[in-house]
């Protein structure tokens, strides 16, 4: 079992900037693979990144690519996600999670694929 807590949400105006911490306790933290997901009202949980346990490879959904920056501090058992260039669309519960272990390539996107999320943390950009 692992306990997942995001924090760092809240309302912004456009073109400004966020940054999610997800503090992870309950398992061997470096070891796994992250992501971060976001569900808007009415909507399907959407991927937004993922990182590997090193912290070398990462991935970003298109819709955020050269906006946001997914990093994570693994002595310290924490995972970053940071927002810049913040649009309305944007605005949505952001979710932390862990990634199964021997996921493929193209799964990594899919929610599915991870075991254990936190409660989420709510970002608001206005326009």
């Known amino acids: 079992q692992v306990q997942l807590l995001e924090s760092g949400g809240g309302l912004v105006q456009a073109g400004g900037s966020l940054r999610l911490s997800c503090a992870a306790s309950?398992?061997?933290?470096?070891?796994?693979?992250m992501g971060w997901f976001r569900q808007a009202p009415g909507k399907e949980r959407e991927f937004v990144s993922t990182?590997?346990?090193?912290?070398?490879?990462?991935v970003y959904a298109e819709s955020v690519k050269g906006r946001f920056t997914v990093s994570r501090d693994n002595a310290k058992n924490t995972l970053y996600l940071q927002m810049n260039s913040l649009k309305p669309e944007d605005t949505a519960i952001y979710y932390c999670?862990?990634?199964?272990?021997?996921?493929?390539?193209?799964?990594?996107?899919?929610?599915?694929?991870?075991?254990?999320w936190g409660q989420g943390t709510q970002v608001t950009v206005s326009s």
């Open positions: 309950g398992r061997t933290f470096s070891s796994y693979a």
């Open positions: 999670a862990v990634r199964k272990v021997g996921t493929a390539y193209n799964a990594r996107n899919n929610p599915r694929s991870y075991d254990y």
């Open positions: 990182i590997s346990s090193s912290g070398t490879i990462k």
